[in-house]
């Protein structure tokens, strides 16, 4: 790949991404622990998932019967090492399990985004993209790294 084609590739990822709140379009994989959603976006999930999800996950998340909790580390060790994009595909696709697919993408990553914060990673300055397909390197992590080794200052690789 020439410099040219990578300035213009670049371009069109920018394109792409239009009006989504993204500052940096080459952010390297990133992790849950380094805040991949706002505290506003939490707040609208809060409020999406006591609409759509509580009656089966139960009010704090813990689960009830059949319904599995989704916070805890029964969920964590599910889904870790897994990315934001795959549990966002699978609550689009297949929840609330009586309507699967009726939730559009800015609900299910608003509601996403209150699973992240209720399992204690920490909000950032960007919202979480209304969409799996823009966010397929957030990692999910369930034990947080050492700084030293993925703190967000890392350049790694660049
Ligand atoms: C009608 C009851 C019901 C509703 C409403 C519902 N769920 Fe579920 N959910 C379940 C059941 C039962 C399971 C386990 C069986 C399965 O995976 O299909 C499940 C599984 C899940 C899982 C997989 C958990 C894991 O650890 O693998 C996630 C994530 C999830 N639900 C999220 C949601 C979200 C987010 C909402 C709201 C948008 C929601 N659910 C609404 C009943 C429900």
């Known amino acids: 790949m020439g410099k040219v084609k990578r300035g213009y590739g670049l371009a069109g990822a920018m394109l792409l991404l239009g009006g989504a709140v993204m500052t940096r379009a080459q952010a390297p994989e990133r992790h849950v622990w380094t ?16 609409e759509n999800c509580a009656a089966c996950h139960g009010d704090t998340l813990a689960g009830i019967d059949v319904a599995p909790a989704l916070v805890g580390p029964t969920f964590l060790n599910n889904w870790n090492n897994t990315s934001a994009g795959d549990l966002f595909a699978r ?26 914060e209720a399992n204690g990673f920490p909000a950032g300055d960007l919202a979480l993209p209304p969409n799996a397909a823009l966010m397929p390197n957030v990692r999910i992590v369930a034990q947080k790294p050492e700084p030293s080794v993925a703190g967000p200052a890392c350049k790694c690789g660049e």
């Open 91 to 116: 609550i689009q696709t297949t929840m609330p399990l009586n309507a699967p697919g009726s939730l559009g993408g800015r609900k299910v990553a608003d509601i996403e985004a209150y699973m992240f």
């Open 35 to 50: 805040g991949v959603y706002s505290q506003e976006q939490a707040e609208r999930g809060k409020i999406a998932y006591a």
